[in-house]
Nanobody, 122 residues
């Protein structure tokens, strides 16, 4: 099995910064894409940022220029650096990873963390 554990959430004032981390553990041969999603109260879960195995990145328009996704392949960890935070960034942030758990035959699956709460408020 594979577990994803997020950390780094908390309360921050508007304009402030936070860095989220998500470490994957378990039976892992490799990790394809990793991503951060978020879900605000009353809203659907939405994609925030993704990073491929080759470190190509993609961002939601609402966070471009403010958030940066990165990963440490050796540590099976993905990060989300969030700067210039706004109250509308308040949400539970979830980590997602496409993990290869077997190679012969190839097996892969999508895994989710339990989420970490980010609150942006003065």
């Amino acid at each position: 099995q594979v577990q994803l554990e997020e950390s780094g959430g908390g309360l921050v004032q508007p304009g402030g910064s936070l860095r989220l981390s998500c470490a994957a553990s378990g039976t892992i041969f490799s990790i394809d894409a990793m991503a951060w999603y978020r879900q605000a109260p009353g809203n659907q879960r939405e994609s925030v940022a993704t990073i491929t195995f080759g470190d190509s990145t993609n961002y939601a328009d609402s966070v471009k220029g403010r958030f940066t996704i990165s990963r440490d392949h050796a540590k099976n960890t993905v990060y989300l650096q969030m700067n210039s935070l706004k109250p509308e960034d308040t949400a539970v942030y979830y980590c997602n990873a496409r993990v290869v758990t077997g190679i012969i035959p190839r097996r892969a699956g999508d895994y989710w963390g339990k989420g970490t709460l980010v609150t942006v408020s003065s």
